[in-house]
């Protein structure tokens, strides 16, 4: 970004690593945080890292600079607000079949090897999604 920062930041980790999405941010940009598989990866509890997300959320309100910072929760969306939920699935998928967003994509692999693939994501040996392919049938 030359130094500029970036306009837009989602994390998926929360906890601790959402620091880096923050400094990150250009003035004006928008992070998002939307999960915290940091829990997964040696940082706490779920809830542990859920409330240290949260706490870290609220201190950089304060400190905002015009820089903005949310949650986003698909639980939240699907039981409160789904038309909202579906308003923003409709356009997500839409940005993905116009290719104005190209997710990116580590591994497609049969169902069968969800163990294997889950000890990858366990390992940090991921960059990107890991795509499970329906099971063979003979």
Sequence with gaps: TGGRGVDACFDAVG????????????????????????????????????????????????????????????????????????????????LVKTHTIAPLVDAAIPIEQVPAAYHRLRQGAVSGKIIFTPAHRP
């Design 15 to 94: 906890g601790a690593q959402l620091a880096q999405g923050w400094a990150a941010l250009a003035s004006g940009g928008h992070l998002v945080s939307y999960g915290f598989a940091g829990s997964m990866f040696g940082q706490g509890s779920p809830a542990g890292v859920y409330l240290g997300t949260q706490l870290r959320m609220a201190g950089w309100r304060l400190v905002a600079r015009g820089r903005r910072i949310s949650f986003y929760s698909i639980e939240d969306r699907t039981t409160r607000l789904p038309a909202e939920y579906v308003a923003d699935l409709t356009e997500l998928v839409g």
